[in-house]
């Protein structure tokens, strides 16, 4: 007897083999026929068939060729989002119903800046090891452009930054929040009291930017009263910040954290920013398809458990 799960596509078709369901949702994670061949275990014949199936039932082409690889459809991205539910619910119900850290092997990929697994891994590794010894925590590299494809390809099972909707299959939760600060060295020329914008704009400025881009919400901010700044020098990681800061002339607009959290905070000199930013505020982000996974709620909890205490209780 075939096992089917009921689905209302708005096209006519009610049931669909639920191995179809199974097929569609890696290709469209995977982003192409022969990786979701080799996660599912199949040949790449049988993905094909299983394609044709779908598109026979479906009545759509589903993926088109797009240059060597594909690109679902209108409709096959529609129909994604919808089974994201369902198919979050049948993995909770054959998933074992209860995790114990305790005996857990799971592993954990976490898209992070330097910023945040500086402060937050050796708290959540000194935890792991009384309690969670099997469990496996890996840090991948973060920008804020590459967390979406990350998520949906199942590269990562989380992503933490300053991140903004991505979409209705990527969930986003609040962490903390903070302020930022202008930092130099103690012996700086703009060290000596309240720093004046004139003062700000003049000097050379560092930016970290991830990403490589050398305009960021500095100068975003900046661009909104009519005012520029000379970015100097990037860098693609905040650990490196106060050791060039205390080789050079250079000020460095970053959040506060940064600097507090960092074991060369004593040597820097911060100073209020001479003009009005948002906070920068740091989103967890995670795919809809690990909703329910107990795993997944562990980790999830723990982790803004650990960030309250290093940023919120502060």
């Known amino acids: 007897m075939e096992t089917s799960l009921e689905m209302m596509d708005g096209g006519g078709v009610k049931y669909a083999e639920l191995n179809l369901i199974a097929i569609f ?8 026929m022969t990786k979701a061949a080799h996660r599912l275990a199949l040949t790449q014949s049988a993905v094909s068939n299983a394609v044709a199936r779908m598109r026979l039932i479906w009545k759509d082409p589903l993926f088109i060729r797009d240059g060597r690889g594909i690109k679902p459809s209108a409709k096959a991205q529609t129909m994604w989002l919808e089974i994201q539910g369902p198919l979050a619910a049948i993995r909770a119900s054959t998933a074992p119903a209860h995790f114990d850290p305790s005996t857990s092997v799971q592993k954990f990929r976490l898209a992070v800046s330097d910023y945040i697994s500086n402060a937050l891994w050796p708290m959540l590794r000194q935890y792991m090891e009384t309690h969670a010894p099997g469990v496996s925590l890996y840090a991948v590299p973060y920008t ?11 590269e990562i099972d989380m992503a933490f930054g300053a991140l903004s909707p991505m979409g209705a299959e990527i969930r986003l939760e609040h962490v903390f929040s903070e302020g930022w600060v202008c930092a130099m060295r103690h012996d700086h020329a ?9 003062d700000f704009l003049a000097a050379e400025h560092l930016l970290v930017s991830l990403s490589g881009n050398p305009v960021g919400a500095i100068d975003a901010a900046l661009e909104r009263i009519g005012a520029r ?20 002339k250079l000020i460095c607009v970053l959040p506060a954290g940064v600097i507090r959290t960092h074991a060369l905070k004593s040597e820097i000199h911060t100073s209020a920013v001479p003009f009005d930013i948002p906070p920068f505020d740091c989103q ?27 940023w919120v209780a502060l």
């Open 25 to 32: 949702d890696m290709i469209m994670t995977e982003g192409s």
């Open 144 to 154: 804020s452009q590459s967390a979406h494809k990350q998520l949906s390809e199942n």
């Open 190 to 198: 703009l060290a000596r009291g309240a720093l004046a914008l004139d």
């Open 229 to 248: 700044r000379r970015v100097a020098v990037t860098l693609n990681n905040f650990g490196g910040v106060p050791s060039l800061l205390l080789s050079s």
């Open 284 to 310: 967890m982000a995670w795919h809809v398809r690990n909703d329910r996974d107990a795993g997944h709620r562990w980790m999830r909890a723990l982790v803004t458990q650990m960030c309250d205490a290093i």
